[in-house]
T-cell receptor, first 116, second 110 residues
Framework: GAVVSQHPSWVICKSGTSVKIECRSLDFQATTMFWYRQFPKQSLMLMATSNEGSKATYEQGVEKDKFLINHASLTLSTLTVTSAHPEDSSFYIC????????????FGDGTRLSIL | TQLLEQSPQFLSIQEGENLTVYCNSSSVFSSLQWYRQEPGEGPVLLVTVVTGGEVKKLKRLTFQFGDARKDSSLHITAAQPGDTGLYLCAGEWGGFKTIFGAGTRLFVKA
């Protein structure tokens, strides 16, 4: 089945650091990728939707200058958390959808981000 | 405002018991999905329901989609400790976005 790889799976860094998370579709072309954030014991909250070659669409309340999303190719999207602070600590999950919108999206295994 | 209301939020039961998780909305969805998520991992798709009134079975799991396509339920028969996890319903919104319910955390005691 379709596989989405997310890297790194876990990152710990100091406050003020910028962190980049990669999301790759391994065996299909992902025209649309989604980025979610999940706090402990809570559900997934959609942060933004990115389409290959165009600017990402951010959900209300998500700072686009804080969470930079790049979807430069049909197999790779990146989320950069700029100048991360402890309140940005969370579980970040990406998902990808191919050309056929009737097919479900495929999720990565998530990245646990801890900001000290 | 939560588009998808999921209940209960937490459920702790004994092995062998049955349970039902509900997902309700005031909006009509073209499809609803049920996912299961283990700690530290991404959600795994269990089923997609598309047709109003549809019933799908996956071993001991039975999924229903309401006639009006506004609600869905997940019923687990004879729960086992291996069923422990976070169950999430999700619906397609705005043609391409997926919105998740708050989730039901299930704990099955041996």
């Amino acid at each position: 089945g379709a596989v989405v790889s997310q890297h790194p799976s876990w990152v710990i860094c100091k406050s003020g650091t910028s962190v980049k998370i990669e999301c790759r579709s391994l065996d299909f072309q992902a025209t649309t990728m989604f980025w979610y954030r999940q706090f402990p014991k809570q559900s997934l909250m959609l942060m933004a939707t990115s389409n290959e070659g165009s600017k990402a669409t951010y959900e209300q309340g998500v700072e686009k200058d804080k969470f930079l999303i790049n979807h430069a190719s049909l197999t790779l999207s990146t989320l950069t958390v700029t100048s991360a602070h402890p309140e940005d600590s969370s579980f970040y999950i990406c998902s990808a959808r191919g050309l056929d919108s009737n097919q479900p999206q495929h999720f990565g295994d998530g990245t646990r981000l801890s900001i000290l | 405002t939560q588009l998808l209301e999921q209940s209960p939020q937490f459920l702790s039961i004994q092995e062998g018991e049955n349970l039902t998780v509900y997902c309700n909305s005031s909006s009509v969805f073209s499809s609803l999905q049920w996912y299961r998520q283990e700690p530290g991992e991404g959600p795994v798709l269990l089923v997609t329901v598309v047709t109003g009134g549809e019933v799908k079975k996956l071993k001991r799991l039975t999924f229903q989609f309401g006639d009006a396509r506004k609600d869905s339920s997940l019923h687990i028969t004879a729960a086992q400790p291996g069923d422990t996890g976070l169950y999430l319903c999700a619906g397609e919104w705005g043609g391409f976005k997926t919105i998740f319910g708050a989730g039901t955390r299930l704990f099955v005691k041996a």
